[in-house]
T-cell receptor
């Protein structure tokens, strides 16, 4: 069964450094999302992406964040200058065009900012 | 914006018992309500969903009910098994256009004891 994959599974970085989290969505899906989950808290929406542009973003997704689909398979989230409060699990999700609501999540990348 | 409340936060049952998790939502325009199961160290897994044009949906041991008037929906798991132990999240979104964000509840930790 096709699934969303994410790399790395765990990323440790120092405050102020740039990180890029990578995702490979399910191959026939057209909508892509990033969510984050701070330890012990609910999953929060960051951004959705369709047709090579952001379709919606939350207040969390400020100028430090950017997303890109650099090729036909990868979908990336970049944090330019990490802060301690960026430490969280970051989940990528994707959905197909026909049943776009059904979002399928990857296993996540645990980001630790020290 | 949409706000989703979920309870209980923890639920302990004996194997074979039923478990019920309840969620309420605030935005009457929401019309898609998925449930996700998250096992330790993994991403949320879509287990069942319901759209606002139906009141109940069942898939083997799990079922979801929706009361649009009261703006609440529930997950029912019958004949629980130890492998049902996980954190369950409800979510809500609007429209059926494919790139609508999911707003998650706070999660319920279900523990099924043998």
């Amino acid at each position: 069964e096709p699934e969303v994959t994410q790399t790395p599974s765990h990323q440790v970085t120092q405050m102020g450094q740039e990180v890029i989290l990578r995702c490979v969505p399910i191959s026939n899906h057209l909508y892509f999302y990033w969510y984050r989950q701070i330890l012990g808290q609910k999953v929060e929406f960051l951004v959705s992406f369709y047709n090579n542009e952001i379709s919606e973003k939350s207040e969390i997704f400020d100028d430090q964040f950017s997303v890109e689909r650099p090729d036909g398979s990868n979908f990336t989230l970049k944090i330019r200058s990490t802060k301690l409060e960026d430490s969280a699990m970051y989940f990528c999700a994707s959905s197909e065009e026909k049943n776009g609501d059904e979002q399928y999540f990857g296993p996540g990348t645990r980001l630790t900012v020290t | 914006g949409e706000n989703v409340e979920q309870h209980p936060s923890t639920l302990s049952v004996q194997e074979g018992d039923s478990a019920v998790i309840k969620c309420t939502y605030s935005d009457s325009a929401s019309n898609y309500f998925p449930w996700y199961k998250q096992e330790l160290g993994k991403g949320p897994q879509l287990i069942i969903d319901i759209r606002s044009n139906v009141g109940e949906k069942k898939d083997q041991r799990i079922a979801v009910t929706l009361n649009k008037t009261a703006k609440h929906f529930s997950l029912h798991i019958t004949e629980t098994q130890p492998e049902d132990s996980a954190v369950y999240f409800c979510a809500a979104s609007k429209e059926n256009t494919g790139f609508q964000k999911l707003v998650f509840g706070t999660g319920t930790r279900l523990l099924v004891s043998p």
